[in-house]
Nanobody, 122 residues
Framework: QVHLVESGGGLVQAGGSLRLSCVAS????????MGWFRQAPGKEREFVGA????????YYDDSVKGRFTISRDNAKNTVYLQMNSLRPEDTAVYYC???????????????WGQGTQVTVSS
């Protein structure tokens, strides 16, 4: 069992930036791949981005490409989501996830954090 704790959410104006962090309770193969999803009110949870253990491969949804950057520090068991040029439509609860591989991340078959709220005002 891998426990994930997100932080860094908050209220920001459109065009601003936030950096989310997610700390995993341990470094195992179960957290080899890590990523972020988000869920806005009344909508389904959607994929934002993910990366492999080495960080050499990253994946993003088209809606955030060029604005969001995912990275990780394995020494700290932490994954980050740098969000720039934020828009009101980025408002959502952001969830960290960890799994054995990218396929499981995208398939929503990993461990989940409790989520952190991001609100972007216009």
């Amino acid at each position: 069992q891998v426990h994930l704790v997100e932080s860094g959410g908050g209220l920001v104006q459109a065009g601003g930036s936030l950096r989310l962090s997610c700390v995993a309770s341990e470094r195992t193969t179960s957290s080899a791949a890590m990523g972020w999803f988000r869920q806005a009110p009344g909508k389904e949870r959607e994929f934002v981005g993910a990366l492999t253990w080495s960080g050499s491969r990253t994946y993003y949804d088209d809606s955030v490409k060029g604005r969001f950057t995912i990275s990780r520090d394995n020494a700290k068991n932490t994954v980050y989501l740098q969000m720039n040029s934020l828009r009101p439509e980025d408002t959502a609860v952001y969830y960290c996830t960890a799994a054995l591989d990218i396929a499981r991340i995208i398939g929503r078959r990993g461990y989940w954090g409790q989520g952190t709220q991001v609100t972007v005002s216009s």
